[in-house]
C-alpha cells in the first residue's frame, strides 16, 4: 500500500507552471493540457478549460475513492480487476485536459501513461506537449485514460 501524505500541488518547473506534481497520489509529472484541439473527448464536450489545482486534487480523489466501483461497473475495465488506484497508478505521469459537456458537467480527461525504459521522453518524446495516445505501443509504453465528472463524482472511460 502506498504511503498517504498530504495531498498538494506542486508546481516543480519554475518555467512551466502546467507541470505539476500532486504529493500523495504519484511521484512523477502531471501536465496541465490547454490545446484545444484534441480528438479524445466524447460528442457532448463542449468547450475546454484549464483545471484549476483545486480540480486537479478532487480529480485524483475521485480516482482513488471511486476505482473500485468503476472496475465493478464497467465490462471494460475486466483487465484491471484487482489493482488498487494508487498503489497501481503511483509511478505513471499523468496528463489533465479539462472540459464542459453540453449538460454543464466539469469533466478531467486523466491520461495515466508510464515507460519501462526509466526515461518517459524516450517512449513519448512529446508528453509535454500532445496528449498521449491511450492505446499501448507495445510492452514498454502503456498508457489509459479516464473521464473524471467532477460534477456527478463519478469516473468513465472515454
Given at each position: 500500500m502506498a504511503k498517504v501524505f498530504a495531498q498538494e500541488v506542486v508546481y516543480p518547473d519554475k518555467n512551466d507552471s502546467s507541470i505539476v506534481k500532486?504529493?500523495?497520489?504519484?511521484?512523477?509529472?502531471g501536465k496541465i493540457n490547454s490545446n484545444k484541439k484534441y480528438y479524445l473527448f466524447p460528442p457532448d464536450a463542449d468547450s475546454i478549460f484549464i483545471p484549476t489545482?483545486?480540480?486537479?486534487?478532487?480529480?485524483?480523489?475521485?480516482?482513488?475513492?471511486?476505482?473500485?466501483?468503476?472496475?465493478?461497473?464497467?465490462?471494460?475495465?475486466?483487465?484491471?480487476?484487482?489493482?488498487?488506484?494508487?498503489?497501481?497508478?503511483?509511478?505513471?505521469y499523468r496528463q489533465y485536459t479539462g472540459f464542459t459537456s453540453k449538460s454543464g458537467d466539469?469533466?478531467?480527461?486523466?491520461?495515466?501513461?508510464?515507460?519501462?525504459?526509466?526515461n518517459i521522453n524516450k517512449c513519448f518524446p512529446n508528453w509535454k506537449k500532445?496528449?498521449?495516445?491511450?492505446?499501448?505501443?507495445?510492452?514498454?509504453?502503456?498508457?489509459i485514460g479516464f473521464l473524471v465528472n467532477l460534477k456527478r463524482r463519478k469516473?468513465?472511460?472515454p
Open positions: 500532486i504529493k500523495g497520489y504519484y511521484n512523477k509529472l489545482s483545486q480540480e486537479l486534487l478532487l480529480a485524483e480523489r475521485l480516482m482513488t475513492e471511486k476505482y473500485d466501483e468503476f472496475l465493478k461497473s464497467d465490462a471494460r475495465a475486466k483487465g484491471l480487476t484487482g489493482t488498487e488506484y494508487k498503489q497501481h497508478y503511483y509511478s505513471y466539469k469533466i478531467i480527461f486523466t491520461q495515466l501513461f508510464k515507460c519501462c525504459k526509466k500532445e496528449l498521449v495516445i491511450p492505446l499501448s505501443e507495445g510492452s514498454c509504453a502503456i498508457a469516473i468513465s472511460f
